[in-house]
């Protein structure tokens, strides 16, 4: 099976610009998550969804971020317009809801640089 | 104080000796509680995975856990260079679902 599948896996844009991160889940998992890692504040959740809601966004630094998950194979984060403290790496990461288990696969991640 | 804390290191050993990773969390509701191996420019994966207070071993991974004194700890026995990476503990309410917060992480290296 696939893995998590994140696009693209770099990019560079200039402050003020709209960036759209892309996320595709592994099959059959019903959680998602966006991370984001920088080495000062570590990995750090932004919001997670499960069966396509969004549960938890308290995460998200201020509404420059936007997230959505339209289906269950396919997630968007968006950052309008990006500073260059948003650089970053983003990383998606999808789960099974399961009492007992929190296994997260997560994806090669999403290399963000605003000049 | 964070939510999740982890001495950053880096934590240097010597190969085929124990590393000793630890980590404390503030949420007494926690109940489950995660180790992940990054290395460099990579993506996180589980290492192990534990619910109960004591030990839990997997191969020459043991994790340890004390709810009472809110304290999470993995042992790597006979480090090898390729265990050289950042360790990430994670902790989770069963009740808000998947939901992981992560440590900062504390970077290992072992020496040949």
């Known amino acids: 099976d696939a893995g998590v599948i994140q696009s693209p896996r770099h990019e560079v844009t200039e402050m003020g610009q709209e960036v759209t991160l892309r996320c595709k889940p592994i099959?059959?998992?019903?959680?998602l998550f966006w991370y984001r890692q920088t080495m000062m504040r570590g990995l750090e959740l932004l919001i997670y969804f499960n069966n396509n809601v969004p549960i938890d966004d308290s995460g998200m630094p201020e509404d420059r971020f936007s997230a959505k998950m339209p289906n269950a194979s396919f997630s968007t984060l968006k950052i309008q317009p990006s500073e260059p403290r948003d650089s970053a790496v983003y990383f998606c990461?999808?789960?099974?809801?399961?009492?007992?288990?929190?296994?997260?696969?997560f994806g090669e991640g999403s290399r963000l640089t605003v000049l | 104080q964070k939510e999740v804390e982890q001495n950053s290191g880096p934590l240097s050993v010597p190969e085929g000796a124990i590393a000793s990773l630890n980590c404390t969390y503030s949420d007494r509701g926690s109940q489950s509680f995660f180790w992940y191996r990054q290395y460099s420019g990579k993506s996180p994966e589980l290492i192990m995975f534990?619910?109960?207070?004591g030990d839990k071993e997997d191969g020459r991974f043991t994790a340890q856990l004390n709810k009472a004194s809110q304290y999470v700890s993995l042992l790597i026995r006979d480090s090898q260079p390729s265990d050289s990476a950042t360790y990430l503990c994670?902790?989770?309410?069963?009740?808000?679902?998947?939901?992981?917060?992560f440590g900062q992480g504390t970077e290992l290296s072992v020496k040949p």
């Open positions: 099959s059959g998992h019903n959680s």
């Open positions: 994670a902790v989770k309410r069963d009740n808000q679902g998947g939901k992981l917060i």
């Open positions: 534990i619910y109960s207070n």
């Open positions: 990461a999808s789960s099974r809801t399961t009492q007992n288990t929190g296994e997260l696969f």
